[in-house]
C-alpha cells in the first residue's frame, strides 16, 4: 500500500481556518489503495483552529517562497512565516513516512494545487498555488488536486 500526505480538512478532521472539515475521503482512498497521513500544514505552523482567513497577496506559493509575495489576514497581519514553516513541516513528514504524494484541494493558501483566492477577500479567485503545495513541489513531492479521486 501506498502512503500519501492528505489535507487532513479531506479526511474529516475539523481544521480549516472556520474549524470545519471539507468531507471524509477516507474510503476513496483505500479504495485507491492508499494509506492516508493527514496533515494540516496551518495547524502545524501553530495557528489556531478556528483562525482569521488568509489568502496569497502578490503571487501565488512559488512568490512566498522566493520572497516576492506574502500571506495577510482579512485584517492585514502578516501570516508568511507560518505558511512557510507549516510547508517545511508538512515536507518533514512526507519523509519521515514515505510519501511522494499530497493530495490538496483548490483555493487554500496553504494547499492550494490549481487555483487559489486572488488576496482581495472578495471572492476572487485565481490560477496559482498554495505555499505547502508549492513548497513540496520543489522537493520533488507530486502535488495532486482531490477532484481526481471523484474520477476513480
Do not use: H, W
Not at 44 to 65: K, M, Y
Not at 106 to 132: A, L, M, Q
Not at 133 to 147: F, H, N, P, Q, T
Amino acid at each position: 500500500m501506498k502512503v500519501c500526505i492528505v489535507s487532513a480538512c479531506l479526511l474529516g478532521i475539523p481544521c480549516r481556518y472556520d474549524g470545519k472539515a471539507v468531507a471524509d475521503l477516507s474510503e476513496k482512498f483505500k479504495r485507491m489503495k492508499y494509506l492516508p497521513v493527514p496533515v494540516c500544514p496551518e495547524q502545524l505552523s501553530g495557528l489556531p483552529t478556528p483562525r482569521e482567513c488568509c489568502e496569497i497577496a502578490g503571487g501565488d506559493g512559488f512568490d512566498v517562497i522566493a520572497n516576492r509575495a506574502k500571506v495577510i489576514t482579512r485584517t492585514g497581519s502578516d501570516v508568511t512565516d507560518y505558511f512557510i514553516r507549516g510547508a517545511k513541516l508538512t515536507y518533514r513528514i512526507c519523509k519521515m513516512v514515505g510519501a511522494d504524494a499530497f493530495f490538496a484541494k483548490n483555493f487554500s493558501p496553504s494547499c492550494g494545487v490549481e487555483r487559489i483566492y486572488d488576496g482581495s477577500f472578495t471572492g476572487n479567485k485565481k490560477k496559482g498555488i498554495g505555499v505547502t503545495s508549492a513548497y513540496l513541489k520543489e522537493k520533488g513531492i507530486s502535488v495532486c488536486c482531490v477532484d481526481v479521486l471523484a474520477e476513480k
